[in-house]
């Protein structure tokens, strides 16, 4: 048992369960990377990684270095690749704790054989090249007196290659095979020169959509964490939600007609009601909506729509379930405090409500309890 008044689930059957639909579909000799990213995309880094490594996934990934140590710190021994490009100032700890850069300019490769010859140590890398994503990766250009370099150190190994697809989850699928197209052309080139034991460029959309695209190994995130990556994409497995998160309300408060909820008086008593009070709030990601600037004017009426939605009580953070009812949230969303109407419902302190929480905007500070075989095996607080 525990005291805690807001807290997040996670079942790691499920997680497993996910791992093992994706295996069945992914053909046996193709490779599985999972993507724990993002403190494994709010479900716990550390927890989720322990799962998959025994449920047999071959490689893992994270976006920086400090995720990668935290991972190897743990004791993870399943090959950890991150995303992000090496700066030179890196090289030391990658080698020190056996993480796998990923490298797209000569500098940062010049750094990590600097640092191999002089720790007595084998490098591997993967190379990241830009194929359409207009983010990270060597230019195609660039790729020639690249290998040239590569050629001079003989204790540096090239273990993959890379890109990443921009639009694998959308219906048209033309832009991602242009992209694949591409990074076939580029492998072949490569190839030519130098053996690359791995290539991979499939996401979970792809997985999904276009086994043409799986190579030799297909990285998965979202697909492992019970979600599909939109509503274009083919429902070819079944998955599991492995996340709920919960808290429990701490006061309960009778209003009257002319009396307010909340800061700003956004929310105005207009007959007697009942309000319960649950300690969650934007601190913890409850109430934030991800924004991207708007490219043009179709982007900006999506996300306009997005917002008035989301005012509209159509998205998270306007309700939370209590017994098995729907009940709305009401006044402004504090930093830590949210109040939801309990009217008419005889809802006392101290009772759950399940919570509609983003995954990846999820507060680090709340409690992750991890869930096997429907017992609690452990659970996750930060100081």
């Known amino acids: 048992m525990h005291n805690f008044v807001r807290w997040i689930e996670i079942d790691l059957d499920a997680i497993t369960y996910n791992f093992s639909q994706i295996r069945q579909l992914v053909p046996e000799q193709v490779k599985i990377l999972s993507v724990v990213k993002a403190d494994a995309y709010g479900h716990g880094g550390v927890e989720i990684s322990k799962a998959l490594e025994e449920a047999g996934t071959d490689m893992f990934a994270v976006t920086t270095v400090e995720e990668g140590v935290e991972l190897v710190n743990?004791?993870?021994?399943?090959?950890?690749?991150?995303?992000?490009?090496?700066?030179?100032?890196?090289?030391?700890?990658?080698?020190?704790?056996?993480?796998v850069p990923t490298i797209d300019n000569v500098e940062s490769l010049d750094a990590l054989a600097d640092f191999s010859k002089k720790m007595g140590k084998e490098a591997r890398f993967h190379l990241k090249v830009e194929t359409g994503?207009?983010?990270?990766?060597?230019?195609?250009?660039?790729?020639?007196?690249?290998?040239?370099?590569?050629?001079e150190y003989p204790q540096v190994f090239m273990e993959?290659?890379?890109?990443?697809?921009?639009?694998?989850?959308?219906?048209?699928?033309?832009?991602?095979?242009?992209?694949?197209?591409?990074?076939?052309?580029?492998?072949?080139e490569i190839k030519k020169e130098k053996n690359v034991p791995l290539a991979h460029i499939a996401n979970s959309a792809a997985v999904l959509d276009m086994p043409e695209a799986y190579l030799n190994m297909v990285r998965v995130g979202t697909l492992l964490y019970g979600q599909y990556p939109s509503s274009h994409v083919a429902r070819r497995i079944d998955l599991?939600?492995?996340w709920q998160a919960k808290g429990r309300i701490i006061s309960v408060k009778k209003l009257t007609p002319g009396q307010s909820v909340g800061y700003g008086r956004d929310y105005m008593v207009r007959k007697p009601m009942e309000v319960g009070v649950v300690p969650i709030g934007y601190a913890d990601g409850f109430g934030v909506l991800p924004h991207t600037r708007p490219a043009k004017v179709y982007?900006?009426?999506?996300?306009?729509a997005k917002i008035f939605s989301h005012l509209a009580g159509a998205v998270l953070a306007n309700y939370m379930i209590c017994e098995e009812k729907r009940l709305p949230v009401v006044g402004r969303i504090g930093m830590q405090m949210s109040m939801i109407d309990i009217t008419g419902h005889k809802?006392?302190?101290?009772?759950?409500?399940?919570?509609?929480?983003?995954?990846?905007?999820?507060?680090?500070?709340i409690p992750r309890i991890f869930l096997k075989n429907g017992k609690i095996s452990h659970i996750r607080t930060l100081p």
């Open 299 to 304: 982007d900006l009426v999506k996300s306009t």
């Open 240 to 242: 599991k939600d492995p």
């Open 133 to 151: 994503m207009g983010r990270t990766g060597i230019l195609p250009e660039e790729i020639s007196s690249f290998m040239e370099r590569l050629m």
């Open 74 to 99: 743990h004791g993870i021994r399943q090959p950890i690749l991150v995303f992000a490009p090496m700066l030179p100032d890196q090289a030391e700890t990658i080698l020190e704790k056996g993480l």
């Open 347 to 365: 809802i006392k302190a101290g009772t759950e409500v399940k919570i509609p929480l983003r995954r990846t905007t999820s507060g680090a500070r």
């Open 160 to 188: 993959g290659i890379y890109s990443h697809l921009a639009t694998a989850m959308m219906k048209d699928k033309s832009y991602s095979q242009k992209q694949l197209n591409l990074f076939l052309h580029i492998l072949k």
